[in-house]
């Protein structure tokens, strides 16, 4: 009914006999009367918390910021380079120098490197020819002197009992073996195998098969070079290894052996340190707690001119104020692992304005480190590397700082707490957003009815206005004929 009313409406108004008002614009407008003041009054809360929400995000950016500034200091090793150089770089070099590596000049002599034990089978008439029938076998190797001794077994299968299967078997074995199939003759009709082993004296061998044939590989002569250890002096210390790549003599450096070096001719190894690589990451930390400072502000600040987040936090004061008192004591707090007469940053020369910024006096850490390095280091680390967070021992100031970090951007911390809250809030505007449009459509419809009605007695008043006025009309006419 209110359809046809409606449809009624339309075509009296267009023919002029309804009361010429658009009543369709008359109750979208009215409508929007009680729409819109609660709609906007919706949507600026609604844009509130969303502000807020992204502003909750930027605060836990800024701090995970801060924390991976206090993360490249936790590792002892990362907190400085090293170098190191040889002055006999033909004999000895040195390959890495990390670090957890300390600064000194140590002297080097070399009496005899490490080698592995070679040796060569009996020839073969062809590298295919077959030494089982065909059939499969198995090599045992064994390693070392009784009754330390291992051994191992390499199982030939049936087809490639042939030195070049025999070959293929004991490399892929991956038991620290190599087999090298050598064509002696160079012409195809000469083949040995030459099997050399691990270095170190204890990793000796002897060879045998199931099939009781060694293929001559100790045979008077097929014994081409025995195993044996490095043997070298590192400043007046006789050390002895099982190779010639040394990585647990000096801490956080490895050098190679590669020739004999005279006794009264020592080579010379210097390591170096780089205090700079800290002092780097120190300026990367202090950077990241003046903008997280600055955000905090920012984000507090109602008079802010910073886009969609400025002042989106003005009405939470309690959390900024949480979040950077919590931030400065953590960052101001004496380290669990002190050294020497160095406790905090503000020991290192990092100290707090009346800002609240950082500030680092660069001279006076350079001052520091040039006589304290490890002070530093143990204080900001406990002079550890990958230490677990759970052992239960003492971290370092920066892993105290990285813990106080992690409660506050922890998925129950304070920050995701209100940043839940906030997008519930959300969500409840949007839905009072949907139900307030729902009232407003039957509110529109409403006053599109009563509009109808009022059209339809206003044409009908309209058509006897009309009757009348035609009815007098020719009463007055008939009057004037007389």
Do not use: C, W
Not at 178 to 207: C, H, Q, R, V, W
Not at 281 to 309: F, H, K, R, W
Not at 323 to 351: F, Y
């Amino acid at each position: 009914m209110t359809e046809v009313n409606s449809v009624a409406s339309k075509i009296l108004t267009g023919l002029g006999n309804g009361s010429g008002i658009d009543i369709y614009q008359l109750a979208t407008d009215l409508t929007d009367v009680e729409r819109l003041p609660k709609q906007d009054a919706l949507n600026s809360s609604k844009a509130a918390s969303e502000a807020a929400i992204s502003a909750y995000s930027v605060l836990s950016f800024q701090i995970g910021q801060l924390r991976n500034a206090f993360a490249n200091l936790n590792d002892a090793a990362e907190l400085t380079s090293a170098s190191g150089s040889s002055s006999q770089s033909s004999n000895i070099s040195v390959t890495t120098a990390t670090g957890a590596a300390l600064s000194g000049t140590h002297e080097i002599s070399v009496s005899q490197l490490a080698y592995s034990q070679r040796n060569v089978s009996n020839a073969f008439a062809s590298n295919t020819t077959s030494l089982n029938g065909g059939a499969a076998f198995d090599i045992y190797l064994t390693v070392g002197t009784a009754p330390n001794d291992t051994a191992e077994t390499v199982s030939i299968a049936a087809g490639d009992d042939t030195p070049v299967g025999i070959a293929s078997a004991i490399n892929k074995a991956g038991l620290g073996f190599t087999a090298t199939l050598i064509d002696t003759a160079g012409d195809g009709s000469s083949y040995k195998l030459m099997l050399e082993g691990p270095t170190g004296a204890s990793n000796n061998f002897t060879l045998s098969s199931s099939i009781a044939d060694d293929f001559g590989f100790h045979d008077a002569g097929n014994e081409l070079r025995a195993a044996q250890d490095a043997v070298f002096k590192l400043n007046g210390v006789d050390i002895t290894r099982s190779s010639n790549t040394i990585d647990d003599v000096l801490t956080g450096v490895t050098f190679e052996l590669k020739n004999t070096i005279d006794v009264l001719s020592p080579a010379t190894l210097n390591i170096s340190k780089d205090t700079d690589t800290l002092k780097t990451s120190l300026q990367t930390l202090v950077a990241a707690y003046n903008d997280l400072n600055y955000s905090i502000n920012e984000l507090g600040n109602p008079d802010s001119l910073e886009d969609e987040v400025g002042g989106a936090l003005s009405g939470d004061g309690n959390l900024l104020r949480t979040v950077k008192n919590a931030v400065r004591e953590a960052v101001q707090g004496d380290s669990s692992a002190p050294s020497g007469n160095l406790n905090a940053l503000r020991d290192i020369g990092i100290t707090i304005d009346r800002f609240g910024d950082l500030q680092f006096d660069e001279a006076a850490y350079d001052a520091i480190a040039q006589s304290n390095f490890d002070d530093i280091s143990t204080m900001l680390s406990a002079g550890t590397t990958n230490q677990s967070f759970y052992d239960g021992q003492a971290q370092g100031l920066a892993r105290d700082v990285m813990a106080s970090l992690d409660e506050l951007t922890a998925s129950s911390g304070i920050i995701n707490t209100r940043k839940a809250s906030a997008e519930e809030r959300v969500s409840d505007y949007d839905d009072e957003l949907e139900k307030l449009e729902m009232r407003m459509e039957m509110v529109y419809n409403r006053y599109l009815k009563q509009f109808a009605v009022m059209e339809s007695m206003v044409a009908t008043l309209n058509s006897t206005r009309e009757a009348l006025q035609g009815q007098l009309d020719a009463l007055s006419a008939s009057f004037s004929k007389d």
